[in-house]
């Protein structure tokens, strides 16, 4: 297994959330968290293929919800998407931590 880390920032119409999100790579799958001021989300049914990332993170804040990140890795940086059920869908990107 193998731990990244990833300094992110989500963009949605609501306003900018930075988060440090945290892979732990276990094979094709993964789990981790990604912590922001709102809290700790956890990140479940992670899966990886080739520079893809797909994954889940329940939440209970501001309703009760799951969350479903897809982000494509390119050498130390990450672009992709969140969404957030009924408010749309938020754009992702991060860095890698050295």
């Known amino acids: 297994m193998t731990t990244e880390v990833w ?29 922001a ?3 700790e989300l956890p990140v479940v049914d992670g899966r990886i293929d080739g520079d893809r990332l ?7 804040k ?7 990140g897809k982000a494509r890795i390119e050498g130390d940086r990450l672009h992709g998407t969140v969404t957030m059920g009924a408010f749309g869908r938020a754009e992702m990107s991060g860095v890698r931590r050295a």
Request: charged share 25%; hydrophobic share 40%; net charge positive.
């Open 37 to 39: 001021d709102v809290g």
């Open 62 to 68: 501001p309703m009760r919800m799951t969350l479903v």
């Open 7 to 35: 300094d992110c920032v989500t963009r949605a119409s609501f306003g900018e959330q930075r988060s440090v999100f945290t892979i732990v790579r276990d094979g094709a799958r993964f789990t981790g968290t990604n912590v």
């Open 54 to 60: 797909i994954w889940k993170m329940p939440t209970e």
